[in-house]
């Protein structure tokens, strides 16, 4: 679970001032990103695949998804 949320994280290249975060539960990845200026944000979830690393690509597809949303 560890692992599929710092991919996220990794993605968005985030650091103090990024409102982001993610929590990996079982076969879920729930997300949450905001702006810098805390103006827009999105929260999504996906369901994992039982393999670890789909589920980390998974992660990653999400982030680069939920970066584009905010554009």
Avoid: Y
């Avoid at 076969?27 to 979830?45: K, M, V």
């Amino acid at each position: 679970a560890v692992e599929v949320e710092r991919a996220f994280l990794a993605e968005l290249g985030s650091g103090c001032s990024l409102p982001v975060g993610a929590h990996a539960l079982g076969t879920s990845l729930t997300a949450f990103l905001g702006t810098e200026d805390h103006s827009r944000h999105l929260i999504d979830s996906i369901d994992l695949p039982d393999d670890h690393h789909e589920a980390v690509g998974r992660s990653v597809e999400l982030a680069r998804a939920m970066q584009q949303w905010m554009k």
